[in-house]
Structure formats: C-alpha cells, structure tokens
C-alpha cells in the first residue's frame, strides 16, 4: 500500500499568513494527488485534484503542487474560513490512501 | 443541486450485519462512480470502497474485503454498503461519495453528511 506522510500535522497560523502543507508519498505516484479540507462536524471538501487542478469554486489563495512523491498544498493569504483540517489523498492505486492530516489552527 | 443522504447507520453488536444506503439526486447517477468512505472518531479518513457505472467494477479496502460489499441500483439511484461480521474497528462516521468525472477513480466531488456505525457489545 502507498502511504501519505503530511507534514506538519498541525500548525498555528494568523490571517493573512502564507501556509504550506507537505504531503510525501512512499513510492512515485504521478500526479494523482488530492487535497480535501474538513472542518469539525462536516463532511471534506475537494480543493484540488491531479495535484495542481483547482476545483470549481475554491479561491484562488489555494494552490497544489508537485509531482512523484512530494507534493505541497500552499495558502497563500490564511482567511478566517481557512481554519480547518486538510489532508492528502493519493488515486494512483489501490488501495486508495489518505494522509493522517493537517490541523490548521489559529495562533 | 447535488444531495447525497445516507441511512441505516446505528449501534450493532460486533459479528453482526448492517446495510446502509444512500439516495442520489440532482445528477444522473449512472454516469458517476461512487465510493464509501469512513472516519473513525476523532481519526482520519479511510477508503473503503468504490463502485464503477454497474455492478461490474468493484474495489475494496484491505481491511474490509470480504466482510464489505458494495452495490448501485440505477434505476432507483441509490448506493449501497453491506457490512457483515462487522468489529469494533468499523465503528465510524460513514460517508457516501461521488466520483468527480474526467478524473481519477476516487477523487471525490460531493460527500453525503455521513452516517454514524458504531460496534459495540
């Protein structure tokens, strides 16, 4: 099984901060990774696929990046709404993977 | 717009069964593969399965394969999880999910509210 390594697992960040989360891969996985954002009592919510595609509707603040075995998840300017926890997922093979997350929290 | 609503979740005793179901709308749900996803409380998020158009793709997780099957009524758009011989360790909120097309079995657009299973004695 391919498993996500993210680091870090959790960060104290301010508004208007840059954000970066790390996701590492065991083995090269292209660039089918994929991010979601979950906040407490709900469901995740797609960021980004294929690494680096946004999905429709996300603001523009969030970008993916990478390829092979490491990729990062950038915020560029923390908003309020941003608080949550985000985690990786790889669809290069199954089993199907998920990083163990990264809680956003606010300093 | 899109709702996924799941049900049948609640308490079960370990070694018993449960089926939990969920209902499409607002999309033409044999055009889209669909999976379950689970997360343990207070945990992270775990695959457990997916289904392809039909009956005739399938995928499980190694922790539930055998014990878990997936199936799809088209015709009444609806999903299904059966879950036998079901242990502690299945206890979870248990979400319904659909496939985002045009992209990697498993890239997950829209989520159901989940259901809570838990296995408790």
């Known amino acids: 099984d391919i498993q996500l390594t993210q680091s870090p697992s959790f960060l104290s960040a301010s508004v208007g901060d840059r954000v970066t989360i790390t996701c590492r891969a065991s083995?090269?996985?292209?660039?089918?990774l994929v991010w979601y954002q979950q906040k407490p009592g709900k469901a995740p919510k797609l960021l980004i696929y294929t690494a680096s595609t946004l999905q429709s509707g996300v603001p523009s603040r969030f970008r993916g990046s990478g390829s092979g075995t490491e990729f990062t998840l950038t915020i560029s300017s923390l908003q309020p709404e941003d608080f949550a926890t985000y985690y990786c997922q790889q669809v290069n093979s199954f089993p199907l993977t998920f990083g163990q997350g990264t809680k956003v929290a606010f300093k | 717009q899109v709702q996924l609503v799941e049900s049948g979740g609640g308490l079960v005793k370990p070694g018993g069964s449960l089926r939990l179901s969920c209902a499409a709308s607002?999309?033409?749900?044999?055009?889209?593969?669909m999976s379950w996803i689970r997360q343990a409380p207070g945990k992270g998020l775990e695959w457990v399965s997916c289904?392809?158009?039909?009956?005739?793709?399938?995928n499980y997780a190694d922790s539930v394969k055998g014990r878990f099957t997936i199936s799809r009524d088209n015709a009444k758009n609806s999903l299904y999880l059966q879950m036998n011989s079901l242990k502690a360790e299945d206890t979870a909120v248990y979400y319904c999910?659909?496939?985002?097309?045009?992209?990697?079995?498993?890239?997950?657009?829209?989520w159901g509210q989940g259901i809570l299973v838990t296995v408790s004695s």
């Open positions: 999910a659909r496939d985002l097309q045009a992209a990697a079995v498993g890239t997950v657009d829209y």
């Open positions: 289904i392809g158009y039909s009956r005739s793709y399938t």
């Open positions: 607002g999309f033409t749900f044999s055009d889209y593969y």
């Open positions: 083995q090269d996985i292209s660039s089918y």
